[in-house]
């Protein structure tokens, strides 16, 4: 195991000492949190790409997915792979790094560097493990607050994120309208599904099912719960998948042989590929983190903290909207977006609703799907011109 | 030449819609299609102009150009719009595809200070003749389906239009028939409309 050991030592490094830019917080700059405790001291490591203008009004905020990271469009420090988002990330892409100064920070309870569950614990000097307190969406939003307060950032000109991203782009816009000018939430939904929190339930039972879990103290004990994680990751990625995609990349085909062996060996490709992706989750990601991030997900209910009514998280809201599904994702499905966009409806709000016909499902928001690409330019060209901003297409206007 | 000059060149009907709505107002387009009216208002008019529309390409493009549209069925998503949140919601061409068109009218009517309809008039003298001489469901260049494959699934002529107007209480502000082109016909008298205009456009109000 000396690969996965060299990639333990690897990811403690990121999550300690991160390849990032870091603003920390001492002890008299805490994080208050949802569940009424505080956080301090901690930390937000963030990569930057572009330029902030001189009126500071042209920065793009970009949330991170689950277990998504803030390397946006540089290589992974980690993986060594491209970023997570360089085909709408980047000089003349759609979040164009020409004209934005486009953000993207590591979530609070992450392991890339923002404090989580990894990170050290000045209480113990040991690692937080489960004595990191359960951080929400509104955390994570609170957290990534305070570091565009430190760019001196008055109104993002975007937000941008799917999935967990999607999550805390309309949990600020529902906490900072006035800081929102637009809002691109992506294969998201404002509260997670009974579903949702089950699959995830699986995940996390499968972690603490692991000997090697150690009660979250596994790297005290010098052991990772890798086969616990990778089953967890296994059960998730299928979700991120749709059924017609599977079918497609994998049918029935067999792994490297021409009959099935009798035995429990990964006879079939979709076997050997789930495995590979357990394993190479592990080698990048905090057991725990997985846990607490998982977390946070289920307990995001947009309407519950506004009396039930999800128009009221958006009353009086000037930002402007667009939210896209994709037909395959039964993760996050169109009518949870729909939901949003009826909400968004009643309360007046400017907002754009695009359903993409794919069957990439879930991961399509992460994939080359040209029509969303099309859609991003449109709205990110048209705020730009609502915000005086340089916008390439509709210049003649 | 901007992308609505050419489009209002191309559709003299969406000139004659758009110069019915007072600038600068709140305007929701129900079937927005690829965005052209939307467009026309938003340019011309300084209206806040959002949309509707059913087709994924349609919805696509109009994002692309930067309206506000969201992808939806008339049939079924009005009724998650407040009520009074537009000055004026307009159905172009559209009133004969939907499932409930009364429905969608008293939505319209709710959600809409006014209401802009427009549709294609089935008294035309031409389908008449159509059906009486040819004795076949009427295909012209302008309704071009065939009765088995066309959505135009509740087709009215003008006095059938006006007769609901009664039937629901509903105020006609303004009402013109329109030709082949999509210009007022202003020079017709009334009671011919229903005969000689190919299509109509009514503005409604629950005044």
Not at chain 1, 105 to 125: D, H, K, M, Q, R
Not at chain 1, 151 to 162: M, N
Request: charged share 20%; aromatic share 10%; with cysteine.
């Amino acid at each position: 195991m000396t690969g996965s050991a060299l990639a333990t030592g690897d990811k403690r490094n990121e999550a300690i000492a991160p390849s990032s830019q870091v603003v920390s917080f001492g002890a008299d700059a805490p994080l208050q949190l949802e569940s009424g405790e505080r956080l301090g001291p901690w930390s937000i490591a963030y990569q930057a790409y572009g330029t902030l203008n001189a009126d500071k009004s042209n920065a793009i905020l970009i949330c991170h997915a689950l277990t998504g990271d803030q390397h946006v469009a540089n290589t992974n420090p980690v993986t060594g792979k491209a970023g997570w988002w360089e085909t709408m990330v980047g000089p003349g892409k759609p979040y164009d790094t020409d004209r934005f100064f486009i953000i993207c920070a590591n979530v609070l309870g992450s392991c890339l560097g923002t404090t989580g569950p990894a990170s050290i614990n000045p209480a113990t000097a040991k690692a937080y493990a489960l004595d990191f307190p359960v951080v929400t969406i509104r955390d994570m939003v609170n957290a990534q607050a305070r570091l565009v307060d430190h760019f001196g950032i008055e109104t993002l000109f975007c937000l941008a994120g799917g999935s967990m991203g999607g999550m805390q782009v309309l949990e600020w816009a529902a906490t900072y309208p006035d800081r929102v000018f637009s809002a691109m939430p992506l294969a998201t939904a404002a509260r997670h599904s009974a579903q949702n929190i089950a699959f995830h339930e699986v995940g996390r039972q499968a972690v603490m099912a692991d000997p090697d879990w150690h009660g979250g103290r596994y790297l005290e004990a010098g052991t990772r719960p890798e086969k616990g994680l990778a089953v967890a990751r296994m059960a998730a990625h299928i979700t991120y998948l749709s059924e017609q995609a599977l079918h497609r990349k994998f049918g029935r085909n067999y792994q490297d042989r021409s009959a099935p062996t009798f035995s429990f060996d990964a006879d079939f490709e979709v076997e050997s590929y789930l495995r590979y992706q357990g394993r190479s989750f592990v080698e990048r990601f905090d057991a725990n983190s997985y846990l607490f991030l998982t977390r946070a997900m289920d307990y995001f209910d947009l309407a519950k903290d506004h009396g039930g009514s999800l128009a009221k998280a958006f009353a009086g809201t000037k930002t402007r909207f667009c939210i896209v599904s994709f037909t395959s994702d039964w993760l996050f499905p169109t009518r949870d977006s729909r939901a949003i966009v009826h909400a968004l409806n009643a309360a007046g709000a400017s907002v754009s609703f695009v359903e993409i016909e794919t069957d990439k499902g879930h991961d399509a928001f992460l994939l080359d799907v040209p029509e969303l690409f099309d859609t991003t330019r449109g709205f990110i060209d048209s705020a730009a011109r609502a915000r005086g901003l340089p916008h390439t297409r509709g210049a003649a206007l | 030449m901007t992308l609505a000059d050419d489009a209002a060149a191309a559709r003299v009907d969406l000139k004659s819609l758009a110069s019915l709505v007072t600038p600068g107002s709140r305007v929701l387009d129900v079937g927005c299609g690829d965005g052209s009216l939307l467009r026309l208002l938003a340019e011309k008019r300084g209206v806040d102009a959002r949309g509707i529309e059913l087709s994924q390409s349609g919805v696509n493009e109009c994002v692309a150009k930067g309206l506000s549209v969201i992808q939806g069925d008339a049939d079924t998503d009005l009724v998650y719009y407040p009520d009074g949140s537009f000055d004026y919601v307009i159905l172009s061409q559209t009133l004969q595809a939907m499932r409930q068109p009364r429905v969608v009218l008293e939505h319209l009517l709710r959600i809409g200070t006014r209401a802009i309809v427009s549709f294609p008039n089935f008294a035309f003298w031409k389908i008449r003749l159509q059906l009486l001489l040819r004795g076949r469901m009427p295909v012209t260049d302008k309704l071009s389906y065939s009765w088995y494959e066309t959505p135009n699934i509740h087709f009215c002529t003008i006095n059938d239009f006006i007769a609901l107007c009664a039937e629901m209480g509903v105020t006609v502000e303004t009402a013109f028939a329109l030709d082949r082109e999509g210009r007022p016909v202003d020079t017709l008298p009334r009671p011919l409309w229903n005969l000689l205009g190919e299509q109509a456009v009514f503005v409604l109000s629950r005044r």
